[in-house]
């Protein structure tokens, strides 16, 4: 048999030649995905037996505390190593101050300790921000023309982030965008003795188009209005800027920095992983999943496009997604 073409030439280099078998293809494979580069987000709320869908994004539900543990025991068996809390508050514990954010006996506070009691080796991520209990669902405290005050916030934060920690969360992820917090907490934590409480901070978090399925799921939409966080969360255009926000949340002690959303972003989380060298997050948020859904649901798409995407988000410099997937992919990456 010739291997010649009409021409007479031999070729020597055959890019296809690694693609021709699937052993192959499996052995050269540079991302792969693993059931541990997964977060799984869950809504709580108050309740017993509470299982609530959320219209916007199928799949995903509301839990309450006795079927959170129930549903954190499955995605642990199935090898994800942590969950991401966010909590639905009722209307009647949303205040100006957000002070139900720090109450010892909060829905967050105690979610975390049952879960710590029944699934000890499970991570536990709690989202430090103000917006699930303030009465006008900003991530901080505003002043009279609607404007999120930075450094009374961050004072409310810390309170948040020490009594998260002292429930039992192993991360605190502050997603509220405002300057310095992440120093400040990390010394109110050092100064309480919680050394390895760690810090993701959610450092380049633009102000996304691509949030409205999660405001929906956690009942901050309405609240907000007409409002946005466009004075705190990133412009979409900037790029540096991006790396500016993660080098100073280093700088300040973040154990792990995290891009969000994560498809449309994917620029920026190479450039941070390629500038930065940390352990860097994305974050593939709720309209991102409601998107790929949607079309699957619709016959347009099928699931290998969720397993794209998730890929993409690794081979752009992730070490860990979180994602709504997350247990729905899990199974098929074992
Ligand atoms: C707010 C917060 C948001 C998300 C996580 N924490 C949305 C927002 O800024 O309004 C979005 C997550 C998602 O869309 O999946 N602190």
Redesign the pocket.
Known sequence: MTTQNTLGYHFAKRPRRLRSDAFCRDLVRETTLKPSDLIY?LFIVEGEREYQPIPSMPGIYRYSIDLLLQEAAVVYTLGIPAIAL?PVIDDAKKTADAREAYNPEGLVQRAVKALKESLPDLGIIT?V????FTSH?Q?GVIDEKGYVLNDETINILIKQSLSYAKAGADIVAP??MMDGRVGQIRQALEKEGFINTKILA?SA?Y??H??????E??Q?AKR?GKSN?QTY?LDIGNTNEALREIALDIEEGADIVMV??ALAYLDIIWRVKQTFEMPTFA???????SMLMAAIQQGWLTEEAILECLVSIKRAGADAI?T?FAKEIAPLLK
């Open positions: 987000p966010f989202d921000a103000l917006d699930p669902g991530d997603s509220d959610y978090k102000a996304s691509l949030y409205s399925p999660f405001r799921a956690v901050s907000l966080k969360q969000k959303p974050y593939q948020v709720s309209g991102e999943y979180l709504y």
